[in-house]
């Protein structure tokens, strides 16, 4: 696998990879890599002559800076990870690679933006659609993977390539899950035994939610997801919502497509994850 940490040369390598016919893949990942996103690997490296990784902690869409702080960071782990998944190149650039000192970015985002995850994290889709149009502007994908898990972060990135009118095909690979339910999540590590028990509420309820979807009203299936939450130690809901899954405003009984989003704090750690109704 091939290593780089500047613009300049994954730049030139890549178009050298371009100029000979080769497409690519690309999976875009903070790092503490796990076999989520090993899946987007594997979707990648199918259809596409080559696959490239990038881990790159972005600073500008954390607005906790001790989330930043603690975000897990196992190079070499992670390294060894994309080796064995057969990734062809990893970029890896530092802090000052992708950033000047004052950069301001803003994109009209819509909506989107402030709901659900928005309400609970503001500027952070700001951050991560300025970092993923630096990447797709130094890496220019042919395709690029990203996973349901942050199901809302995919319909911001679409929107981003609507906007700039990036040619890169989105890919939205599904959620992986442990056997008992957690949803994969780099997060997951920071879990203790006791979070990682109470962690499965989350799973459950989605899954519960919808095989009763059809024979109920959204009012009441909201009032019994939160209930059921709530009444499990240790976690502290934010929001639990039905929204359609093209705009995520909220769904009614006559929404066509709908998703399911939990996000909750399991101890100390904070969750998301969502599932698709029909
Ligand atoms: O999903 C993530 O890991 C990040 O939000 C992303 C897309 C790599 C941007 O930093």
């Not at 903070?30 to 790159?56: D, E, P, T, W, Y």
Request: aromatic share 8%.
């Amino acid at each position: 696998m091939k290593i780089f940490t500047t613009t300049r040369e994954v730049q030139d390598y890549l178009a050298d990879l371009r100029n000979n016919g080769k497409t690519t893949g690309f999976v875009a990942t903070m790092g503490a890599l796990h076999r989520g996103h090993l899946s987007l690997i594997a979707q990648a490296k199918q259809h596409n002559n080559v696959v490239i990784c990038s881990i790159f902690v972005n600073p500008t869409q954390f607005n906790d800076p001790s989330d930043l702080e603690k975000y897990p960071r196992p190079i070499e782990k992670d390294t060894q990870m994309l080796i064995d998944a057969g990734c062809d190149i990893l970029f890896n650039p530092p802090v000052n690679e992708m950033y000047a000192a004052h950069e301001h970015w803003h994109l009209q985002l819509g909506e989107i933006e402030h709901l659900l995850e928005g309400k609970f994290r503001p500027g952070h889709y700001q951050g991560v659609t300025q970092v993923v149009y630096k990447l797709f502007n130094i890496i220019k994908p042919d395709a690029a993977y990203f996973g349901q898990k942050d199901y809302q972060q995919f319909m911001v990135i679409s929107k981003l390539v609507v906007l700039m009118h990036l040619p890169v095909k989105l890919v939205m690979c599904p959620i992986l899950r442990e056997d008992d339910g957690l949803a994969m999540s780099s997060r997951n590590i920071h879990l203790t035994a006791e979070d990682r028990q109470h962690s499965l509420v989350l799973s459950k309820t989605l899954f519960r939610i919808r095989d009763e979807f059809d024979a109920n009203n959204i009012p009441a299936l909201l009032d019994e997801a939160a209930a059921f939450i709530n009444a499990e130690t240790g976690v502290s809901l934010e929001y639990f919502e039905f929204a359609d899954s093209e705009t995520l405003q909220p769904a009614n009984q006559n929404t066509k497509n709908i998703v399911a989003l939990v996000a909750a704090r399991v101890g100390k750690t904070r969750l998301i994850d969502n599932i698709l109704i029909n």
